[in-house]
Protein backbone atom coordinates (compact mmCIF):
# COMPACT_ATOMS: atom_id res chain seq x y z
CA UNK A 1 0.00 0.00 0.00
CA UNK A 2 1.56 3.37 -1.15
CA UNK A 3 2.17 6.03 1.42
CA UNK A 4 0.49 9.18 -0.14
CA UNK A 5 1.16 12.60 1.46
CA UNK A 6 -1.30 15.29 1.56
CA UNK A 7 -0.60 18.03 -1.34
CA UNK A 8 -0.97 20.56 0.06
CA UNK A 9 2.46 21.71 -0.12
CA UNK A 10 3.02 20.81 -3.55
CA UNK A 11 2.05 24.74 -4.95
CA UNK A 12 3.41 27.91 -5.45
CA UNK A 13 7.01 28.30 -6.50
CA UNK A 14 9.36 25.89 -5.39
CA UNK A 15 12.88 26.46 -6.06
CA UNK A 16 15.00 23.86 -8.01
CA UNK A 17 18.21 24.36 -5.63
CA UNK A 18 21.38 24.73 -7.07
CA UNK A 19 24.47 22.44 -5.75
CA UNK A 20 27.52 24.41 -4.52
CA UNK A 21 30.80 23.16 -5.45
CA UNK A 22 33.80 24.42 -3.54
CA UNK A 23 37.40 24.85 -4.84
CA UNK A 24 38.16 21.44 -4.62
CA UNK A 25 34.93 20.18 -7.12
CA UNK A 26 33.50 18.77 -3.91
CA UNK A 27 30.13 20.05 -2.35
CA UNK A 28 30.13 23.19 -0.61
CA UNK A 29 27.80 21.80 2.53
CA UNK A 30 27.36 25.13 4.09
CA UNK A 31 26.40 27.03 1.13
CA UNK A 32 23.95 24.09 0.48
CA UNK A 33 22.42 24.40 4.00
CA UNK A 34 22.10 28.11 3.79
CA UNK A 35 20.25 27.27 0.92
CA UNK A 36 18.00 25.25 2.17
CA UNK A 37 17.29 27.34 5.06
CA UNK A 38 17.05 30.55 3.14
CA UNK A 39 13.78 28.76 1.31
CA UNK A 40 12.37 27.81 4.24
CA UNK A 41 12.89 31.47 6.06
CA UNK A 42 10.89 32.58 2.50
CA UNK A 43 7.83 30.83 3.56
CA UNK A 44 8.50 28.02 0.76
CA UNK A 45 6.60 24.77 0.70
CA UNK A 46 8.96 22.53 -1.12
CA UNK A 47 12.47 22.67 -2.35
CA UNK A 48 13.55 20.47 -5.44
CA UNK A 49 17.41 18.84 -4.79
CA UNK A 50 19.17 16.80 -7.31
CA UNK A 51 17.07 18.19 -10.51
CA UNK A 52 18.20 20.58 -13.46
CA UNK A 53 19.65 22.71 -11.92
CA UNK A 54 21.15 20.67 -9.31
CA UNK A 55 23.54 19.50 -11.88
CA UNK A 56 22.42 15.94 -11.47
CA UNK A 57 23.60 14.36 -13.92
CA UNK A 58 27.15 15.36 -12.94
CA UNK A 59 26.67 13.61 -9.01
CA UNK A 60 28.19 10.45 -7.52
CA UNK A 61 25.69 7.95 -6.42
CA UNK A 62 26.97 9.36 -2.94
CA UNK A 63 26.61 13.01 -3.58
CA UNK A 64 23.03 11.94 -4.65
CA UNK A 65 22.45 10.73 -1.31
CA UNK A 66 23.99 13.22 1.13
CA UNK A 67 22.35 15.50 -0.75
CA UNK A 68 18.75 14.72 -0.03
CA UNK A 69 19.94 13.31 3.43
CA UNK A 70 21.79 16.71 4.39
CA UNK A 71 18.13 18.63 2.82
CA UNK A 72 15.73 16.41 5.41
CA UNK A 73 18.12 16.66 8.36
CA UNK A 74 18.23 20.68 7.80
CA UNK A 75 14.33 20.56 6.79
CA UNK A 76 13.35 19.28 9.83
CA UNK A 77 9.94 18.69 8.82
CA UNK A 78 9.55 22.62 8.14
CA UNK A 79 9.32 22.51 4.04
CA UNK A 80 9.38 19.11 2.01
CA UNK A 81 12.23 18.03 -0.08
CA UNK A 82 11.45 16.40 -3.26
CA UNK A 83 14.51 14.67 -4.68
CA UNK A 84 15.28 14.73 -8.37
CA UNK A 85 15.34 10.73 -9.56
CA UNK A 86 14.93 10.27 -12.81
CA UNK A 87 16.95 8.51 -15.59
CA UNK A 88 16.83 7.21 -18.55
CA UNK A 89 17.50 3.69 -17.47
CA UNK A 90 14.38 1.93 -15.08
CA UNK A 91 16.69 0.04 -13.07
CA UNK A 92 18.60 3.10 -12.82
CA UNK A 93 15.81 5.46 -11.95
CA UNK A 94 14.51 2.41 -9.12
CA UNK A 95 17.74 2.77 -7.13
CA UNK A 96 17.93 6.60 -6.68
CA UNK A 97 14.39 6.50 -5.95
CA UNK A 98 15.42 4.08 -3.88
CA UNK A 99 18.15 5.79 -2.05
CA UNK A 100 15.69 9.05 -2.08
CA UNK A 101 13.63 7.25 0.20
CA UNK A 102 16.10 5.60 2.48
CA UNK A 103 17.37 9.73 2.88
CA UNK A 104 13.69 10.47 4.00
CA UNK A 105 12.73 12.36 0.78
CA UNK A 106 8.80 13.72 0.93
CA UNK A 107 8.66 12.88 -2.98
CA UNK A 108 10.44 12.10 -6.13
CA UNK A 109 10.70 14.09 -9.10
CA UNK A 110 11.09 11.52 -12.48
CA UNK A 111 11.69 12.81 -15.64
CA UNK A 112 10.58 11.20 -19.02
CA UNK A 113 13.86 8.79 -19.68
CA UNK A 114 16.07 11.00 -22.35
CA UNK A 115 18.12 10.13 -25.24
CA UNK A 116 16.52 6.74 -26.06
CA UNK A 117 13.14 8.12 -27.06
CA UNK A 118 10.88 5.47 -26.15
CA UNK A 119 7.34 4.89 -27.15
CA UNK A 120 4.83 5.99 -24.99
CA UNK A 121 4.23 2.22 -23.94
CA UNK A 122 7.66 2.52 -22.80
CA UNK A 123 6.99 5.70 -20.95
CA UNK A 124 4.11 4.60 -19.11
CA UNK A 125 6.06 1.18 -17.95
CA UNK A 126 8.95 3.21 -16.83
CA UNK A 127 7.08 5.06 -14.36
CA UNK A 128 4.73 2.36 -13.69
CA UNK A 129 7.93 0.36 -12.83
CA UNK A 130 8.88 3.28 -10.16
CA UNK A 131 5.86 3.44 -8.47
CA UNK A 132 5.95 -0.54 -7.98
CA UNK A 133 9.51 -0.43 -5.92
CA UNK A 134 8.99 2.52 -3.40
CA UNK A 135 6.52 4.07 -1.55
CA UNK A 136 6.91 7.62 -2.14
CA UNK A 137 4.40 9.57 -4.25
CA UNK A 138 6.09 10.52 -7.82
CA UNK A 139 5.93 14.12 -9.39
CA UNK A 140 6.25 13.79 -13.41
CA UNK A 141 8.66 15.38 -15.46
CA UNK A 142 7.71 16.26 -18.82
CA UNK A 143 10.60 18.24 -20.48
CA UNK A 144 10.85 17.23 -23.91
CA UNK A 145 13.25 20.08 -25.33
CA UNK A 146 16.22 17.78 -23.00
CA UNK A 147 14.41 14.42 -23.28
CA UNK A 148 13.51 14.45 -27.06
CA UNK A 149 10.04 12.54 -25.89
CA UNK A 150 7.29 14.48 -24.65
CA UNK A 151 4.45 12.66 -22.49
CA UNK A 152 1.14 12.10 -24.01
CA UNK A 153 -2.19 13.27 -22.32
CA UNK A 154 -3.13 9.55 -22.33
CA UNK A 155 -0.01 8.45 -20.46
CA UNK A 156 -0.05 11.21 -17.97
CA UNK A 157 -4.35 10.36 -17.66
CA UNK A 158 -3.28 6.43 -17.25
CA UNK A 159 -0.87 7.16 -14.62
CA UNK A 160 -2.92 9.39 -12.41
CA UNK A 161 -5.47 6.77 -12.28
CA UNK A 162 -2.64 5.80 -9.10
CA UNK A 163 -3.25 8.59 -6.19
CA UNK A 164 0.80 7.71 -6.02
CA UNK A 165 1.12 10.62 -8.79
CA UNK A 166 0.83 13.14 -7.65
CA UNK A 167 1.29 15.69 -10.13
CA UNK A 168 2.90 16.72 -13.27
CA UNK A 169 6.29 19.54 -13.44
CA UNK A 170 5.12 20.85 -17.31
CA UNK A 171 8.04 22.20 -18.82
CA UNK A 172 6.58 22.23 -22.20
CA UNK A 173 5.79 25.68 -22.02
CA UNK A 174 2.33 24.89 -24.12
CA UNK A 175 -0.37 26.53 -21.79
CA UNK A 176 -3.10 24.79 -23.84
CA UNK A 177 -2.37 21.70 -23.08
CA UNK A 178 -2.96 22.84 -19.13
CA UNK A 179 -6.83 23.57 -19.93
CA UNK A 180 -6.68 20.36 -21.72
CA UNK A 181 -5.49 18.26 -18.88
CA UNK A 182 -7.17 20.02 -15.70
CA UNK A 183 -10.43 19.24 -17.53
CA UNK A 184 -9.65 15.36 -17.55
CA UNK A 185 -7.07 14.67 -14.47
CA UNK A 186 -8.41 14.19 -10.74
CA UNK A 187 -9.03 17.64 -9.46
CA UNK A 188 -6.17 16.64 -6.51
CA UNK A 189 -3.93 15.92 -9.61
CA UNK A 190 -1.51 18.93 -9.33
CA UNK A 191 0.02 20.56 -12.31
CA UNK A 192 3.29 22.55 -12.35
CA UNK A 193 5.09 25.24 -14.63
CA UNK A 194 8.69 24.01 -15.59
CA UNK A 195 9.98 27.28 -16.35
CA UNK A 196 9.39 31.15 -15.16
CA UNK A 197 9.01 32.92 -18.23
CA UNK A 198 5.33 30.86 -19.00
CA UNK A 199 4.67 30.78 -15.17
CA UNK A 200 2.47 33.92 -15.13
CA UNK A 201 0.18 32.56 -17.78
CA UNK A 202 0.35 28.65 -16.46
CA UNK A 203 -1.47 30.12 -13.04
CA UNK A 204 -3.08 32.27 -14.46
CA UNK A 205 -4.83 29.37 -16.40
CA UNK A 206 -5.55 27.16 -13.70
CA UNK A 207 -2.03 25.84 -12.73
CA UNK A 208 -0.96 25.04 -9.17
CA UNK A 209 2.63 26.27 -9.07
CA UNK A 210 5.97 26.88 -10.39
CA UNK A 211 9.46 24.50 -10.26
CA UNK A 212 11.70 27.43 -11.01
CA UNK A 213 14.98 28.85 -11.02
CA UNK A 214 14.10 32.70 -9.89
CA UNK A 215 12.78 31.38 -6.51
CA UNK A 216 16.40 30.92 -5.84
CA UNK A 217 17.21 34.77 -6.71
CA UNK A 218 14.01 36.47 -5.20
CA UNK A 219 11.73 34.13 -3.10
CA UNK A 220 9.73 36.82 -1.79
CA UNK A 221 9.29 38.35 -4.91
CA UNK A 222 7.96 34.79 -6.55
CA UNK A 223 5.80 34.80 -3.02
CA UNK A 224 3.96 37.71 -3.86
CA UNK A 225 3.36 37.09 -7.61
CA UNK A 226 1.58 33.33 -6.42
CA UNK A 227 -0.08 35.27 -3.61
CA UNK A 228 -1.77 37.99 -6.04
CA UNK A 229 -2.66 36.13 -8.75
CA UNK A 230 -4.49 33.72 -6.47
CA UNK A 231 -6.20 36.56 -5.14
CA UNK A 232 -6.96 38.53 -8.08
CA UNK A 233 -5.19 41.52 -7.94
CA UNK A 234 -4.55 41.77 -11.80
CA UNK A 235 -2.20 45.10 -11.25
CA UNK A 236 -0.10 43.81 -8.74
CA UNK A 237 -0.01 40.09 -10.41
CA UNK A 238 0.69 41.77 -14.22
CA UNK A 239 3.92 43.76 -12.34
CA UNK A 240 5.34 41.19 -10.70
CA UNK A 241 4.56 38.20 -13.24
CA UNK A 242 6.71 40.24 -16.06
CA UNK A 243 9.22 40.96 -13.65
CA UNK A 244 9.43 37.33 -12.94
CA UNK A 245 9.19 36.48 -16.80
CA UNK A 246 12.16 38.63 -17.30
CA UNK A 247 14.68 37.32 -14.86
CA UNK A 248 13.43 34.08 -16.21
CA UNK A 249 14.06 34.61 -19.66
CA UNK A 250 17.37 36.61 -18.86
CA UNK A 251 18.82 32.87 -16.73
CA UNK A 252 17.80 30.71 -19.92
CA UNK A 253 19.00 32.79 -22.24
CA UNK A 254 23.01 30.68 -21.84
CA UNK A 255 23.95 28.23 -19.98
CA UNK A 256 20.75 28.25 -17.18
CA UNK A 257 22.54 26.64 -14.44
CA UNK A 258 26.11 28.44 -15.03
CA UNK A 259 23.79 31.79 -14.87
CA UNK A 260 21.58 31.18 -11.80
CA UNK A 261 24.77 30.08 -10.16
CA UNK A 262 26.69 33.40 -10.47
CA UNK A 263 23.29 35.34 -9.78
CA UNK A 264 23.32 33.37 -6.35
CA UNK A 265 27.29 34.24 -6.00
CA UNK A 266 26.21 37.77 -6.26
CA UNK A 267 24.00 38.09 -3.19
CA UNK A 268 26.57 36.00 -1.07
CA UNK A 269 24.96 32.37 -1.09
CA UNK A 270 27.76 30.12 -3.02
CA UNK A 271 30.34 30.64 -5.50
CA UNK A 272 29.74 30.16 -9.31
CA UNK A 273 31.97 27.07 -9.78
CA UNK A 274 29.95 24.98 -12.19
CA UNK A 275 30.85 20.86 -12.89
CA UNK A 276 32.26 20.11 -17.20
CA UNK A 277 30.57 19.54 -19.52
CA UNK A 278 29.29 22.89 -18.19
CA UNK A 279 31.20 26.08 -17.50
CA UNK A 280 31.19 29.47 -16.12
CA UNK A 281 30.23 32.39 -17.79
CA UNK A 282 32.16 34.68 -20.15
CA UNK A 283 32.57 38.14 -18.86
CA UNK A 284 29.40 39.25 -21.24
CA UNK A 285 27.07 36.85 -19.74
CA UNK A 286 28.46 37.85 -16.63
CA UNK A 287 27.30 41.54 -17.17
CA UNK A 288 23.85 40.46 -18.57
CA UNK A 289 23.06 39.50 -15.47
CA UNK A 290 24.63 41.85 -13.27
CA UNK A 291 22.71 45.02 -14.30
CA UNK A 292 19.30 43.60 -13.94
CA UNK A 293 19.95 42.15 -10.70
CA UNK A 294 21.75 44.77 -9.03
CA UNK A 295 19.14 47.03 -10.05
CA UNK A 296 16.43 45.00 -8.82
CA UNK A 297 18.52 44.66 -5.32
CA UNK A 298 18.17 48.50 -5.85
CA UNK A 299 14.71 49.07 -5.73
CA UNK A 300 12.24 49.16 -2.77
CA UNK A 301 9.83 46.60 -4.50
CA UNK A 302 12.29 43.72 -3.97
CA UNK A 303 12.93 43.14 0.21
CA UNK A 304 16.70 42.95 -0.49
CA UNK A 305 17.12 40.79 2.91
CA UNK A 306 15.26 38.54 1.21
CA UNK A 307 17.58 37.88 -1.27
CA UNK A 308 20.40 37.90 1.04
CA UNK A 309 21.64 35.65 3.38
CA UNK A 310 22.19 36.85 6.62
CA UNK A 311 25.91 38.49 7.02
CA UNK A 312 27.36 36.51 9.32
CA UNK A 313 26.97 33.30 7.18
CA UNK A 314 27.76 35.09 3.95
CA UNK A 315 31.35 34.11 4.71
CA UNK A 316 30.72 30.26 3.68
CA UNK A 317 30.23 31.26 0.83
CA UNK A 318 33.18 31.36 -1.64
Avoid at 288 to 310: F, M
Amino acid sequence: MARIYPSHWLGGFIADLPTPFDDHDGIDWPAFEMLCEHQIGSGATAIVVNETMGEASTLSEDEHGAIIGTAVKVARGRIAVIAGAGSNSTSQAIELTARAEAEGAYAVLSVVPYYNKPMQAGILAHFQNIAASTSLPIILHDNPSRTMREMSDETILRLSESSQFLGLNDATGNVARLFRLRSMLPAEFRLLCGNDVNAAAYLACGGDGCISMVANLFPDLCRRSYDSCMTGNVRVSRDLSGRLAAFGALLSADSSVAALKYGMSMLGFMGPAVRLPLVELDDDAKQAITLPIAAALGENQIDKSSARPPAHRRSNAR
